[in-house]
């Protein structure tokens, strides 16, 4: 059975009040007195003005001889009546209007409170469900039914997102108004992306750019809430692009699996890794590895021991994509061969966290993971002081004091930087990376250095381990895929397997460079805290 939909404005939604936008036409007709032509206006007004001339002047006459006022004559009481009932038709025929103005005005502002209170339903339906779906979320509600089962059960995505929702707005008794459930196509995230969906969460996207790198024009997108970062990145986009440019260099582009065996002596954990590490060895492991996809090909093998446990630190390429589940598969290829010889090794786990996903760790920062990109500019001293109103000294004394010794006082892992995370994230958030990946994909060292004679300004990002694709996972979604094709790198690259995520790996490192150059400036002139304010802090608030 389909799920019968309804459109209704936000306001119904979220208030049984049923609001109606009245006007003066409509006030007109629903007045008692609306059937009033203008003749029978004219004859009132001329009945209450003549009734009180009569008044006043039979009053006046009263006065003037001395005659009691209490004293009514007949005419007198006539004209008393007459002018009563004009006065109470006049009242009524003026007063409902204003009434009704001030009806519109408290409505019209009720709508408003209400549209700022839930700005995201305004157009999603309410979904009344029909009765079969009924029963299925009560089948949810008392745990008969899994949640996790309704896209199967059901074969349609959607009306699966809608009952969970359902189901969970019950059991909870908390409110999901405001989470949009509509204009998403559940179909595609299935088996892919997200499991058990009940809507989907909005993120702006601001676009940084334009970018000029390796001689190309970017416009970045950055999907964010955090105010100022967008305007900052596009601050330092132009202090690039007025300088001539940016230029990236790629070192090493290679996703890394590493798996933890176990044998009965460090003896034995040494010979598979004197085994693996031969380069008589490497043709034989790669022709096992190579096997999961036409786009793996295995590029080497790193070992480290811990007593008797060996960990193996295969790196491989992956064409455009990010590559976790294809260096995956190699991987478990490559174990399954090894159990041939050495048949006594006990496989603990396909990753033993030496690879190193999502965690800090030296051997990113140090070996590289994903794709290692240097991208440097020189800045003119003019544009220095021009675009980022500060001065080359400034900048390269803060990097010193901030970026290289303020991090090392800190410990810093990869962190060497301003805020690189900050752009990653927000490009991997918009062009559909891992944003947990951001981790080790921040990892930048940021230098800075006064060149030509002192007076323009060499600054240089050098990241390690991004790690990006354009095909699979998120990638493929539609605000995702809509984004890589702004950059041009949507898909696989036609020119060449991997062409279009190293590009995207560049342009990550591209817009950091920019991100590095504002903040830093932001810093060095003091306006960092005004910025902020400025962009943070909403007026509306
Ligand atoms: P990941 O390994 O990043 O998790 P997936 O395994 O989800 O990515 O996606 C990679 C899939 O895309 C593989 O099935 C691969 O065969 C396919 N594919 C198609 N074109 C390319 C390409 N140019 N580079 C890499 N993979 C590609």
Known sequence: ??????????????????????????????????????????????????????????????????????????????????????????????????????????????????????????????????????????????????????????????????????????????????????????????????????????????????????????????????????????????????????????????????????????????????????????????????????????????????????????????????GMNMVSKGVQNVLDFLLTDFPDMDVIGISGNFCSDKKPAAVNWIEGRGKSVVCEAIIKEEIVKKVLKTEVASLVELNMLKNLTGSAMAGALGGFNAHAANIVSAVYIATGQDPAQNIESSHCITMMEAVNDGKDLHISVTMPSIEVGTVGGGTQLASQAACLNLLGVKGASKVEPGANSRRLAAIVAGAVLAGELSLMSAIAAGQLVNSHMKFNRSNKA
């Open 1 to 322: 059975m389909e799920l019968k939909k309804m459109e209704i404005p936000a306001s119904t939604s979220t208030s049984p009040v049923k609001h109606k936008k009245s006007t003066k036409l409509d006030s007109f007709s629903e007045n008692p007195t609306s059937n009033a032509t203008p003749l029978l206006l004219y004859l009132t007004n001329a009945v209450f003005f003549t009734a009180v001339y009569f008044l006043l002047v039979s009053w006046r006459d009263k006065i003037r001889h001395s005659k009691p006022l209490h004293v009514v004559s007949s005419s007198e009481m006539a004209a008393l009546l007459a002018l009563a009932i004009s006065l109470f038709y006049l009242l009524g025929f003026f007063a409902h209007p204003l009434q009704e103005q001030e009806n519109e005005e408290e409505e019209e502002e009720e709508e408003e409170k209400l549209k700022k209170k839930v700005p995201d339903v305004k157009s999603d339906p309410i979904i009344i469900l029909s009765e079969e779906d009924e029963e299925i979320v009560k089948g949810v509600v008392e745990g008969r039914v899994p949640s996790y089962s309704l896209e199967s059960k059901l074969g349609d995505c959607k009306r699966a997102a809608a009952i969970r929702r359902e189901a969970l707005e019950r059991i909870t008794g908390k409110s999901l108004d405001g989470l949009p459930l509509e204009n998403f196509d559940y179909e595609s995230i299935l088996g892919q992306c997200c499991e058990m969906p009940v809507g989907y969460v909005q993120i702006p996207v601001g676009i940084a750019g334009p970018l000029l790198l390796d001689g190309e024009e970017y416009s970045v997108p950055m999907a964010t809430t955090e105010g100022c970062l967008v305007a900052s990145t596009n601050r330092g986009c132009k202090a690039i692009y007025a300088s001539g440019g940016a230029t990236s260099v790629l070192l090493r582009d290679g996703m890394t699996r590493a798996p933890v065996v176990r044998f009965s002596t460090a003896k034995r954990a040494a010979q598979l890794k004197l085994y693996l590490e031969d380069p008589l060895s490497f043709e034989t492991i790669a022709g096992a590895f190579n096997k999961s996809s036409r786009f793996a090909r295995l590029q080497s093998i790193k070992c480290a021991i811990a007593g008797k446990n060996l960990y193996m630190r295969f790196t491989c390429s992956t064409g455009d994509a990010m």
